[in-house]
């Protein structure tokens, strides 16, 4: 089933998306809804960003073939995370599908796109052991984990490297009843394919961060954790368009402005 | 004036402190609101966290006597934030006024608290001058930055050291119209004092804070920005009581238990 949050006029709703037809629905996904009995054609539907999370976490580094590829690129060598430990992006630079990522004025070139599967929760959860995890999951959607790599490498923290306003692209919607491990990203700039991996090739799999996590921390429903990405992404600049597609899921596009 | 977030029985409202009494109100003190004729003892009602912010911003380092003090602990140079590149910190962890700090089972003795004072937003914030920076703010409050000390050096993230459930009192309430660099923090562990510095010596004060936050991130009315702590911290263990106080805005107090 395929889950939006959408915008029609004045209306802000969850929506059931089938076809081209988006069945708006009271309520929330995860908690008590109901369908209302309107429906919209999807294209004359703005799409939201399908939650606005209270918690905002973030796997960072979680795939084998990243950590070799760009310790190869840095003639360094390899160095793999020991442990599921999660991170964390900030709301205010989450954007939904089709609105524009704003390089900032005095950003660097060197501003990259990062495409990741995200676990969107349904349940509250504590203490939970990865064979239980994913019944916590609501649903999958993407993220563009957008990143300027020299404030990356420079700053004590990722404020702006990686939550600047429009930083954090996600959507297009929810989908629920996938497998997680076994979904296929692809990245392109421009119609171009830039990355293509499998969510397979995690290091640690969604089961065993929300396992891992669970264990400190409360998730709450609503609450998102995006699962890192892999391959070695490569500059966008303005005029670009970037789409970041997960099979069985769909495809989040964005296009991307230098503010001047 | 004092605004708390509270519940009485079944309802959730904020409300407004005089003396003993809670005045109830409908809406949020940032947006449209209304007192709603009801009102209660301060004593009947039980305080909730006094907002949930979208974003939880937090300065991390901000004081000079403790990025000395804390080196020394940790056993590194000590090293002075260049700019005031802002953190975060996660909603899981928020617990209110008198609710009790859990330290983990597995966490070493070294836990900690960090007294610290915390702007809450009332407007919307993108680009401002230190100058028009304090106009976005509706008031301040108090939070107690728990901290493992063991995870903070070893893990790749803060997320279990700082953001383990109950590790983030904030409270009690919300006080408006004071200057954030004219107040005293003393924190008590079980009535003896352990800290006592002025909100004065902050390394970047809460105007210069905000106004780099919002170069390249939009502050939301209810987000909160928590402003660094000063002095050496100590150890707290089961049983102990901290204490929190900030000059004209009250004492935030939180019993702490090791779990079992």
Same mark, same amino acid.
């Given at each position: 089933m395929i889950w939006c949050r959408f915008?029609?006029?004045?209306?802000?709703?969850?929506?059931?998306?089938?076809?081209?037809t988006v069945i708006e629905v009271s309520g929330i996904p995860w908690e008590e809804h109901a369908r209302t009995g309107k429906t919209h054609n999807l294209s004359d539907v703005k799409l939201l960003v399908p939650v606005i999370p209270e918690t905002f976490y973030c796997a960072g580094v979680n795939y084998r073939d990243h950590v070799l590829k760009m310790a190869a690129l840095l003639n360094r060598e390899p160095s793999f995370p020991p442990r599921a430990d999660i991170g964390y992006r900030a709301n205010n630079a989450l954007i939904a599908q089709g609105e524009t990522i704003v390089i900032p004025k005095d950003a660097h070139d060197e501003v990259q796109y990062e495409g990741e599967l995200v676990a969107v929760f349904g349940k509250k959860c504590r203490n939970v052991s990865p064979s239980e995890a994913l019944d916590y999951?609501?649903?999958?959607?993407?993220? !563009?984990?957008?990143?300027?790599?020299?404030?990356?490498?420079?700053?004590?923290?990722?404020?702006?490297?990686?939550?600047?306003?429009?930083?954090?692209?996600?959507?297009?919607?929810? $989908?629920?009843?996938?497998?997680?491990?076994?979904?296929?990203?692809?990245?392109?700039?421009?119609?171009? =394919?830039?990355?293509?991996?499998?969510?397979? !090739?995690?290091?640690?799999?969604?089961?065993?961060?929300?396992?891992?996590?669970?264990?400190?921390?409360?998730? &709450?429903?609503?609450?998102?954790?995006?699962?890192?990405?892999?391959?070695?992404? &490569?500059?966008?600049?303005?005029?670009? $368009?970037? &789409? =970041?597609?997960?099979?069985?899921?769909?495809?989040?596009?964005n296009p991307v402005v230098r503010e001047e």
């Open positions: 915008q029609a006029g004045e209306t802000i709703s969850y929506g059931i998306v089938e076809d081209e999951v609501f649903g999958w959607t993407i993220g !563009n984990d957008i990143s300027e790599r020299v404030w990356q490498r420079n700053d004590r923290t990722l404020w702006r490297a990686k939550n600047a306003d429009t930083f954090k692209p996600m959507g297009p919607w929810i $989908v629920t009843g996938l497998a997680p491990d076994q979904l296929r990203t692809t990245v392109r700039v421009n119609g171009r =394919v830039t990355e293509d991996f499998d969510t397979g !090739n995690m290091i640690f799999d969604a089961p065993t961060f929300i396992s891992e996590v669970s264990k400190y921390n409360t998730i &709450e429903a609503g609450d998102i954790m995006w699962l890192g990405t892999d391959g070695i992404p &490569e500059n966008i600049k303005g005029g670009d $368009v970037v &789409e =970041v597609e997960i099979s069985n899921i769909g495809i989040l596009r």
